[in-house]
């Protein structure tokens, strides 16, 4: 019956600590702080990979001229799987757009006379 007690006390506080924590964990995301590592990859240094790379150079040696600009590893040269994921992440837009685009003309061909937009 006494652990009972100290149970049904201990409830209301496990409550206030838990938000607590996750109002502490949501008021810098209101002020436009967000948690993580800074990108090694900013935007101008994926403009400096998209230029070369429609070029066709390898990506080992667009590695070398790059130099991340700041946090712990600032003047160091970003590692491959870094330039693969920017990468990946640029052309996703287009790739969706691609197969929204195939999806319209699948649908046109497999039913003719209707009008979609």
Do not use: C, W
Request: proline share 7%; no cysteine; charged share 25%.
């Amino acid at each position: 019956m006494l652990f009972a007690f100290f149970a049904a006390m201990a409830a209301p506080e496990r409550e206030n600590i838990r938000e607590a924590t996750l109002e502490g964990l949501n008021a810098p995301a209101r002020k436009g702080d967000h948690d993580g590592r800074p990108l090694v990859i900013t935007d101008d240094l994926l403009h400096t990979v998209l230029r070369p790379r429609a070029n066709v150079e390898s990506l080992e040696g667009i590695r070398l001229d790059l130099n991340i600009p700041t946090g712990k590893l600032k003047g160091r040269n970003p590692d491959l799987a870094s330039i693969y994921r920017v990468l990946s992440e640029h052309e996703k837009p287009q790739a969706h757009l691609d197969a929204v685009g195939q999806a319209h003309t699948d649908f046109a061909a497999l039913h003719p006379g209707t009008r979609h937009d």
